[in-house]
């Protein structure tokens, strides 16, 4: 199938396509979806290398179970709802547990957790400005990956840009308005320890 | 908190998830999940195939260790407290014989099917009384043999017992006395004595 051709189907015309045995329709689909996988396996395990192995798995293992996809749903959220079970089980991993820890630990000496990101040049800015800022940051951070599971899944996915609240709730199993909540609730508590940090007197 | 503030950590909080997980995959992701496709299976289960043979390894090794444990648990001590304690009870249902007739056939100390049977749990401690009428049979016939005819048979199945817990062969000596465990010594004497004699009696007499 060539370029313009798949611009052209929907993404359960490809889906035929692939249960009809035609890889290359699956190919399609991998690169519509790509990037909504990863920020959904990144946003789970929070390393862009574990995040990568997560997103294949999660791609192979819908072409293995593509047989049984009857499109009562949309493939994407079938998809995400696979990568999301692929990335859970990965964080429950115990090896993953010890790369966290070795990973925080790096994290304390400046590092970051997650490493495969797009830094947000800070222009315009003097340099006690930028390293306040970079603190800030900093801490952020820590403080994101400190927060009880549920309310940091739903505050990170809903900062991947990729997902809309629907998709959300079909990955964590929750309601569109208990999504909402969470995130909320995430926001709250991560400003509560800022302002207890001493931030709010910036 | 100042308005200017909350917006400030409001601003912090968006860039730090974005930065987070905002980010894009290595190039061909498309390309490795072909290549894993195409690869079919067997690189795709190379795991499950090494975890299988491991899984069913370790399930063979936990049962067979699982059956030595068991094998090795004190087993043969067990038949014989369960046979003191099948005696143990014997005096106070002497004269149950007696009040259901029918039971004395049933008993035959000889037959092979009931031959005392390995204890191993609680509940043959309570079968204890039917595991006495099964070593030593009908207490009536029992009686008999130690008192007149000395009979091999049951000398090996008493002998024993009554070396280790002299109130078997009390119970076997006395049938009608119920409180026979008090009177120990004296009645286990009697079968001690008479035996040898009866033995050496009967070649050279006939």
């Given at each position: 199938?060539?370029?313009?051709?798949?611009?052209?189907?929907?993404?359960?015309?490809?889906?035929?396509?692939?249960?009809?045995?035609?890889?290359?329709?699956?190919?399609?689909?991998?690169?519509?979806?790509?990037?909504?996988?990863?920020?959904?396996a990144?946003?789970?395990v929070?390393?862009?290398?574990e995040a990568d192995d997560v997103a294949q798995e999660a791609?192979?293992?819908?072409?293995?179970?593509?047989?049984?996809?009857?499109?009562?749903?949309?493939?994407?959220?079938?998809?995400?709802?696979?990568t999301?079970?692929k990335a859970?089980?990965r964080?429950?991993?115990?090896?993953?547990?010890?790369?966290?820890?070795?990973?925080?630990?790096?994290?304390?000496?400046?590092?970051?957790?997650?490493?495969?990101?797009?830094?947000?040049?800070?222009?315009?800015?003097?340099?006690?400005?930028?390293?306040?800022?970079?603190?800030?940051?900093?801490?952020?951070?820590?403080?994101?990956?400190?927060?009880?599971?549920?309310?940091?899944?739903?505050?990170?996915?809903?900062?991947?840009?990729?997902?809309?609240?629907?998709?959300?709730?079909?990955?964590?199993?929750?309601?569109?308005?208990?999504?909402?909540?969470?995130?909320?609730?995430?926001?709250?508590?991560?400003?509560?320890?800022?302002?207890?940090?001493?931030?709010?007197?910036? | 908190?100042?308005?200017?503030?909350?917006?400030?950590?409001?601003?912090?909080?968006?860039?730090?998830?974005?930065?987070?997980?905002?980010?894009?995959?290595?190039?061909?992701?498309?390309?490795?999940?072909?290549?894993?496709?195409?690869?079919?299976?067997?690189?795709?289960?190379?795991?499950?195939?090494?975890?299988?043979?491991?899984?069913?390894?370790?399930?063979?090794?936990?049962?067979?260790?699982?059956?030595?444990?068991?094998?090795?648990?004190?087993?043969?001590?067990?038949?014989?407290?369960?046979?003191?304690?099948?005696?143990?009870?014997?005096?106070?249902?002497?004269?149950?014989?007696?009040?259901?007739?029918?039971?004395?056939?049933?008993?035959?100390?000889?037959?092979?099917?009931?031959?005392?049977?390995?204890?191993?749990?609680?509940?043959?401690?309570?079968?204890?009384?039917?595991?006495?009428?099964?070593?030593?049979?009908?207490?009536?016939?029992?009686?008999?043999?130690?008192?007149?005819?000395?009979?091999?048979?049951?000398?090996?199945?008493?002998?024993?017992?009554?070396?280790?817990?002299?109130?078997?062969?009390?119970?076997?000596?006395?049938?009608?006395?119920?409180?026979?465990?008090?009177?120990?010594?004296?009645?286990?004497?009697?079968?001690?004595?008479?035996?040898?004699?009866?033995?050496?009696?009967?070649?050279?007499?006939?």
């Amino acid at each position: 199938m060539t370029a313009p051709q798949a611009a052209e189907v929907t993404d359960l015309e490809l889906v035929r396509l692939a249960q009809a045995g035609d890889s290359g329709a699956f190919g399609e689909l991998v690169e519509r979806n790509r990037r909504a996988v990863f920020r959904a396996a990144l946003a789970a395990v929070g390393s862009g290398a574990e995040a990568d192995d997560v997103a294949q798995e999660a791609f192979v293992t819908a072409w293995r179970k593509l047989s049984g996809f009857r499109g009562d749903s949309q493939f994407r959220t079938w998809l995400l709802s696979i990568t999301w079970r692929k990335a859970i089980d990965r964080r429950k991993s115990i090896g993953r547990w010890l790369k966290l820890a070795a990973s925080a630990s790096r994290d304390e000496a400046g590092d970051d957790l997650f490493d495969v990101v797009d830094r947000v040049p800070a222009t315009g800015m003097t340099p006690e400005a930028s390293l306040e800022s970079a603190e800030l940051q900093r801490d952020v951070r820590k403080l994101v990956r400190s927060l009880p599971p549920k309310l940091r899944d739903a505050l990170l996915l809903a900062g991947t840009g990729e997902h809309t609240y629907e998709e959300i709730g079909g990955m964590l199993g929750a309601p569109v308005g208990t999504v909402k909540w969470r995130v909320a609730e995430a926001r709250r508590v991560l400003k509560r320890k800022l302002t207890a940090m001493g931030y709010f007197d910036a | 908190m100042p308005e200017e503030h909350r917006g400030r950590l409001d601003r912090a909080i968006d860039r730090a998830v974005h930065e987070m997980v905002r980010a894009d995959p290595r190039p061909g992701l498309r390309h490795r999940v072909e290549g894993r496709i195409h690869a079919g299976p067997s690189a795709s289960m190379r795991n499950t195939r090494w975890q299988v043979p491991a899984l069913a390894a370790a399930a063979v090794l936990v049962v067979v260790l699982g059956s030595l444990v068991l094998l090795r648990s004190p087993h043969t001590p067990e038949p014989e407290n369960a046979r003191v304690a099948a005696v143990e009870p014997s005096p106070a249902p002497s004269t149950e014989p007696s009040e259901a007739p029918g039971a004395v056939p049933a008993s035959s100390p000889s037959t092979p099917s009931e031959a005392p049977a390995p204890v191993q749990t609680p509940r043959s401690m309570q079968a204890a009384p039917r595991a006495a009428e099964q070593i030593f049979g009908a207490r009536s016939g029992l009686v008999r043999a130690a008192d007149a005819e000395a009979s091999p048979e049951i000398d090996s199945l008493a002998a024993p017992d009554a070396e280790r817990f002299p109130g078997a062969s009390f119970g076997l000596g006395s049938p009608i006395e119920p409180l026979a465990p008090i009177t120990i010594t004296p009645i286990r004497l009697t079968p001690i004595v008479v035996s040898p004699v009866i033995v050496n009696a009967l070649p050279g007499g006939k």
